[in-house]
């Protein structure tokens, strides 16, 4: 008996020896295929549902930035404009205090701040958590990369880990136009690095020409690209952008008159 | 009173001996651990988001305890038999009840306490004054909220089995914590029988929601004011009287 049992532990051991870095293996590359390597176990099992709590997440920096609370509940601004002249209203469109409001109603209100404010100076520290978090959760959320660098660099001043955070986005979005442009910006307006914001910036540029966008959004990656030829003296080209962009706002003669201050 | 002691006693001791709440310590030690390890930019300072998530895991493990512990006491006895004796005994059937309200509050503000320390000690070494009082009003409240739990459950135990009881009081408890809101602009805003029906459901149903400070202790927010401790207070008292008083009357003509 004793014997057997040995045997099938042997067995059993050899087959796990066998089986368990064929299925490692497998699952490394499986997951390699589909850039989900470095993504950590626990945001794997989210699923596709890692999109919709990495949009959560952003939102949850938002309440964060007004320090818990949501923006203005339209609900009761409706119900205020009516015909219900019984509520008082604050400055953020909550009732409260109201005579016809019992005490059992008022209690939530009263529990739960209601003023609007945004967090100062310092203090937006505390929203990047939850904008790390969704990246970390969706590293294609391209807007949460460049909401997150825009807060790390020109609110905290942290420029290099902020560069390094957006080259980790273009890593996992190499196509994504924002990113890219927001680079661009960051090269030109904190690093002063002109050769690395024209490379980035026309790549933003063509990227951006391949999907849909409003002007003004190409506006400032032209605006961006113009001023950092300027800036190495390629002043041709940067007339050439300039005119593009009056071409965008043919009314605007600012853009007109800095093509012909190039030249 | 003697029974009530006795009654409290016996589940302490089984708080002790089962490994519901150290095992729920241990991971949350572990989860707290693990957060404030976390980086950020190296930007130093960052607070509010463990505040948050540690004050939301003390309410709920707390819950968890609270919950658990208290739908199991009264099926428990009645499944072993060990009613019988104590009925046996110069103790009335909504002494029974009261004893396990009492032992159910008693054991899940102890666990309630030791978490809340943890995360004073992880997130609050720092406090102010004004955090000093939202903390003291934060602890307050957490008992409060437990006390209506235990109430909760206990008068679910007396007619429903253990998981039911269990289930039950969580949906209740996620259902009011997420649409509270909802409910309350129903009744502002409704009209007729709509509003009545909500406005029903509104004032009936226990409001956990009430207990919540979690934004404004995250957020260093003023202190609530005093009116509305009062009042929190009183709603606690009011509505765990009710339960305990139609808890008593059910067990009563139970037939055992």
Redesign the interface.
């Known amino acids: 008996m004793k014997r057997i049992g040995v045997l099938v532990f042997i067995i059993w051991f050899e087959l796990l020896i066998v089986f368990a870095p064929a299925i490692d293996t497998y699952d490394h590359a499986f997951l390699v295929g589909r850039g989900m390597a470095d993504v950590p176990f626990y945001l794997r099992l989210l699923g596709e549902g890692k999109s919709i709590l990495s949009a959560i997440s952003v939102l949850q920096a938002d309440r964060?930035f007004h320090?818990?609370?949501g923006h203005t509940d339209e609900?009761?601004q409706e119900?205020l404009d009516e015909d219900h002249d019984d509520?008082s209203v604050d400055d953020v469109g909550q009732?409260s205090r109201s005579k016809k409001?019992n005490?059992?109603?008022r209690?939530?209100y009263?529990?739960?701040?209601t003023e609007h404010m945004h967090l100062e100076q310092?203090q937006v520290?505390?929203i990047?958590?939850?904008l790390?978090y969704a990246v970390k959760m969706d590293p294609h959320n391209v807007q949460a990369y460049v909401l997150t660098a825009y807060w790390?660099i020109d609110r905290?001043g942290?420029t290099q880990?902020?560069i390094n955070?957006l080259r980790e986005g273009l890593k996992n979005n190499p196509d994504s136009w924002e990113i890219n442009a927001e680079l661009g910006r960051v090269y030109f307006q904190d690093t002063k690095d002109y050769t690395a914001a024209v490379r980035v910036l026309s790549r933003a540029r063509r990227l951006l020409a391949g999907e849909e966008h409003d002007k003004f959004q190409e506006r400032e990656v032209l605006s961006f690209l113009a001023y950092s030829y300027k800036a190495l003296g390629q002043d041709e080209k940067a007339r050439s952008v300039f005119l593009n962009i009056s071409k965008l706002f043919p009314n605007d003669s600012t853009m007109k008159e800095k093509s012909k201050k190039t030249l | 009173m003697r029974v009530i002691v006795a009654l409290v006693r016996e589940m302490f001791l089984e708080l002790l001996r089962k490994k519901d709440s150290y095992v729920l310590l241990i991971l949350m030690l572990v989860l707290l651990g693990f957060l404030s390890a976390q980086t950020f930019f190296d930007i130093e300072g960052i607070s509010r988001y463990m505040r948050d998530f540690g004050y939301t895991l003390v309410m709920l493990l707390s819950f968890v305890v609270a919950v658990t512990f208290s739908a199991r006491q009264i099926p428990a006895e009645i499944e072993s038999g060990t009613v019988y004796p104590l009925l046996a005994k110069p103790v009335s059937r909504f002494m029974l009840v009261f004893g396990k309200f009492c032992g159910a509050v008693v054991i899940s503000s102890i666990t309630f306490t030791l978490y809340f320390g943890v995360l004073v000690l992880f997130c609050f070494t720092a406090a102010g004054k004004a955090e000093l009082i939202l903390l003291a009003q934060s602890f307050l409240f957490g008992i409060m909220f437990l006390s209506m739990v235990s109430a909760v459950t206990v008068f679910f135990s007396v007619f429903m089995t253990t998981s039911a009881n269990v289930a039950i009081t969580f949906l209740m408890y996620f259902f009011m914590i997420s649409f509270s809101d909802i409910l309350r602009d129903a009744i502002l805003t409704g009209k007729g029988f709509v509003a009545s029906v909500f406005g029903a459901m509104y004032y009936l149903l226990p409001h956990f929601d009430f207990f919540d400070l979690r934004v404004r202790l995250t957020h260093a927010w003023d202190p609530v004011p005093l009116w509305v401790v009062a009042a929190v207070t009183a709603y606690t008292v009011v509505y765990c009287a009710g339960l305990l008083f139609f808890a008593g009357r059910l067990f009563g003509r139970k037939k055992l």
């Not at chain 1, 009263?110 to 701040?113: F, L």
């Open positions: 964060y320090r818990g609370i609900h009761h119900y509520l009732p409001m005490v059992f109603l209690i939530p009263e529990i739960g701040a310092d520290k505390e990047i958590p939850w790390y790390v905290l942290k880990e902020g955070f």
